[in-house]
């Protein structure tokens, strides 16, 4: 599993630009099974994504098709970590990959 740190690097009217094409990003990749859990940080200087993949060379190309990305508007701190523990409500959370 791969926790994927979004910040951005440019003004939020900028980023604003893009929110709509980045949640159909999103959606597709909730879809396909691969995205756990996202959202925005707080204060709002970019954003979180959960990612089951199985190694950085698919979180790689997964990065590579997010309309931040293409647009330059967000750089990405990529973080693997395994499962061990979870509450009651997320066991299924360490069957990831």
């Not at 951005?8 to 929110?19: A, G, M, N």
């Amino acid at each position: 599993m791969f926790i994927v740190s979004l910040t951005y690097t440019t003004e939020l009217s900028e980023v604003d630009q893009y929110i709509e094409a980045h949640v159909t990003f999103l959606e597709k990749y909730y879809a396909a099974g691969k995205f756990i859990a996202s959202g925005r940080k707080v204060p709002r200087t970019g954003g979180v994504i959960l990612i089951n993949a199985a190694n950085e060379t698919e979180v790689d190309s997964i990065i590579k098709e997010d309309p931040f990305h293409i647009a330059n508007v967000a750089n990405y701190e990529v973080t693997e970590f395994i499962p061990t523990m979870a509450a009651k409500e997320f066991e299924a959370i360490k069957n990831c990959i």
